[in-house]
């Protein structure tokens, strides 16, 4: 059973950073895709940031282009979400994702394994 535990989530002022880990564990290796998604209050879990397996492309939402970086420690079967400056509709809570079924990295729906959530807020 493959299991994601994320950390690092916080409370920041706009402009400030965080950096999100998630440790993965379970009847996994490191040859499979993982993202991070976020989910504000009354709206619908968005896609982040992703890695892809095979590739190694990275992919990330827009809104976050220039401002967050996905990485990976394969030894530690990590992976990481180096946030910089952060704006207050940064404000989620933060999900790591792993394993999907190469439909569109953005869609929640078609990632398998997911982890319970670090929260982010940042004030103004």
């Known amino acids: 059973q493959v299991q994601l535990v994320e950390s690092g989530g916080g409370s920041v002022q706009a402009g400030g950073s965080l950096r999100l880990s998630c440790a993965v564990s379970?009847?996994?290796?490191?040859?499979?895709?993982m993202a991070w998604f976020r989910q504000a209050p009354g709206k619908e879990r968005e896609g982040v940031a992703a890695?892809?397996?095979?590739?190694?492309?990275?992919s990330y939402a827009d809104s976050v282009k220039g401002r967050f970086t996905i990485s990976q420690d394969n030894d530690k079967n990590t992976i990481f979400l180096q946030m910089e400056s952060l704006k207050p509709e940064d404000t989620a809570m933060y999900y790591c994702?792993?394993?999907?079924?190469?439909?569109?990295?953005?869609?929640?729906?078609?990632?398998?394994?997911w982890g319970r959530g670090t929260r982010v807020t940042v004030s103004s």
């Open positions: 379970g009847a996994i290796d490191n040859r499979i895709s």
């Open positions: 994702a792993a394993h999907y079924n190469s439909r569109g990295w953005s869609v929640a729906a078609n990632w398998y394994y």
């Open positions: 890695r892809i397996y095979g590739t190694g492309a990275t």
